[in-house]
């Protein structure tokens, strides 16, 4: 069992192990489920976005998005030392 300090803010930090356990990293987020007995549950809080999102990662600045050719292509360029 670890054993966690709360700040004179309220806060807690929740060491190292704790977080790698929970499969989280600097910047992600977590939920905590308060239940009825005084306990809480502490998970990693799941994506809230859509596959959707990221659709516009793969359009030129300007011009529409990149065919499957056109990435393909970019691809073998690279991997030929190219680009």
């Not at 239940?35 to 990221?54: C, E, F, M, T």
């Not at 970019?74 to 680009?83: T, V």
């Amino acid at each position: 069992m670890t054993t966690l300090t709360v700040t004179a803010k309220g806060q807690v930090t929740f060491r190292k192990d704790v977080l790698q356990h929970l499969g989280v990293k600097p910047g992600d987020k977590i939920t905590v489920d308060m239940l009825p007995d005084g306990r809480i549950a502490v998970r990693a809080a799941k994506p809230a976005g859509q596959i959707s999102d990221v659709f516009d990662l793969l359009k030129r600045e300007g011009g529409p998005s990149l065919s499957i050719d056109e990435m393909s292509g970019l691809i073998g360029d690279a991997w030929a030392g190219k680009r």
